[in-house]
């Protein structure tokens, strides 16, 4: 069901995880006298499950399904994933990964096992399927799928947009308080949108192997000027919300991100390096045709391209 449907079979395995969250304290704490090292142990890998299930989600978007052929046979190999199927796929991962998980905060539990760390936690699940889901190499492809299929493809100006509204969405209709987790979503998006205006192109690196996709590589020249557009566009809307706000963290919060807006959209303030320039390391092996390439100075580099990797890992803090 996995491969066949990734939505249908990912609301089922996050309904899973959210009844093993609700018996992870119960299952764990059986032994009186222990310390809390399996709380602590599966905690995280619940968080890391999690993740991958939203990655899982994510690959849709821009996505190919693929089906072996020869010369002779009728039909092409590689057909995109519907453009409405992948608008689904955006809208899951706003309703199930950029949502705040309270179903996974348990105060019960976090307190067990550390004095801090669970926004971080939750974080860094976020941002992990953020980066992926704004991967510059599913960028190109929906740019090309739509250079090819013209309306039948899911337009990368609506999938910009449908992100912004997900990350932002509280400065969109009444006022409403930001809370913690939301504000750390919000920055790691403004992050990630000043390494596309303001980083450094990925070039190929030298002595790949002879079977490495390249494809990963895949970059657009719409994708710098597409983001300027969206920043240009989330800071009209936070000027339009400061006014609006009701408690101070809030307003503290967009007027942050106004300002951070205008840095990143300001030439003066681009750095001399950014994402990409530094050293290109790959991380894979050649029996699995797995393989990850990013920039050495990218803190998140070991996730940066998640979609076809899915190792068993903890979210720690």
């Known amino acids: 069901m996995g491969d066949a449907d990734a939505l249908k079979s990912t609301a089922l395995g996050v309904k899973n995880l959210q009844r093993v969250a609700a018996m992870l304290l119960t299952a764990t704490t059986t032994q009186k006298g222990e310390p809390y090292e399996d709380l602590d142990e ?12 939203m990655n899982h989600v994510a690959a849709l978007v821009g996505g190919f399904e693929s089906q072996q052929k ?18 689904s796929a955006v809208a899951f991962l706003d309703e199930n990964a ?22 971080s936690r939750v974080g860094n699940a976020q941002r992990s399927v953020l980066n992926n889901l704004l991967s510059s190499a599913r960028f190109a492809r929906l740019i090309e799928q739509e250079a090819l299929d013209g309306s039948a ?24 308080a930001i809370d913690a ?6 920055r790691a998006y403004l992050d990630i949108a000043d390494t596309k205006v303001n980083g450094a192109a990925m070039t190929l690196p030298a002595g790949l192997p002879a ?15 597409f983001y300027r557009a969206e920043l240009r566009a989330l800071g009209t809307t936070i000027a339009a919300a400061i006014p609006r ?22 030439p003066k303030f681009a750095p001399s390096s950014g994402a990409g320039a530094g050293e290109t390391r790959i991380f894979g ?29 903890q979210i720690k803090p």
């Open 245 to 266: 706000t009701t408690d101070r963290t809030t307003r503290a919060h967009l007027e942050g991100a106004r300002d951070q807006i205008a840095r990143i959209l300001d």
């Open 98 to 119: 950029f949502a705040t998980p309270k179903w996974a905060i348990d105060r019960q539990i976090l307190r067990r096992i550390e004095p801090l760390g669970a926004i």
């Open 42 to 53: 599966l905690y995280g890998r619940m968080l890391g499950q999690w993740t991958l299930e």
């Open 153 to 176: 493809a899911y337009k990368p100006a609506d999938f910009l947009v449908a992100v912004r509204h997900s990350v932002w969405r509280e400065i969109e209709g009444p006022p409403a």
């Open 285 to 313: 092996d050649q029996w699995s045709g797995q393989w990850v390439a990013t920039p050495s100075d990218d803190p998140n580099s070991p996730w940066q391209q998640m979609e076809n990797c899915w190792p068993d890992y």
């Open 181 to 186: 987790y939301r504000r750390q979503l919000q």
């Open 70 to 87: 020869n010369i002779g046979q009728e039909g092409v190999i590689f057909t995109p994933v519907a453009g409405p199927r992948q608008a």
């Open 211 to 225: 079977d490495f996709p390249i494809a990963i590589f895949a970059s657009s020249g719409d994708e710098k000027p």
